[in-house]
């Protein structure tokens, strides 16, 4: 699929964030960070942070714990007069290893996909600073 914007940061996900038993993370943690994501994504594509609209699917697959580093990527896939239709997905790419030692952590040699998800934003069409041919 064409992509027309992509973005991705990373995170470390902090005791902070822990909401649950064993450390885990409430979802809606990554739902946030694909926030952050489309912002960036309507920022370089529109020179705005437009609004998001709408998430159509969203699919927790695995669980994230303190201490996960956390890459969020997104792209932009469609775009209308004001909306822009993205994918996102998260990727858990380094964990803790406590059982090495109370301060371990490894490289994941396969991240893990733990959340995907879709949605829509909008950009006010008198907010679009980019013009794209």
């Not at 991705?8 to 694909?34: E, K, P, T």
Request: hydrophobic fraction near 40%.
């Amino acid at each position: 699929m064409n992509t027309l914007a992509e973005s991705l940061i990373r995170i470390r996900i902090s005791a902070h964030d822990a909401h649950y038993a064993g450390s885990l993370v409430d979802g809606a943690r990554m739902l946030n960070l694909f926030g952050d994501v489309a912002t960036e994504l309507l920022i370089k594509y529109d020179g705005d942070e437009g609004l998001f609209r709408a998430y159509d699917s969203v699919e927790f697959l695995a669980p994230v714990r303190a201490g996960d580093y956390i890459e969020a990527k997104g792209r932009i896939v469609k775009v209308g007069g004001t909306s822009r239709r993205m994918e996102f997905e998260a990727w858990k790419v380094i964990a803790p290893t406590p059982e090495h030692g109370e301060t371990a952590a490894e490289l994941l040699a396969e991240p893990v996909l733990v959340c995907r998800a879709s949605g829509t934003c909008v950009t006010p069409k008198e907010a679009q600073r980019i013009r794209h041919e």
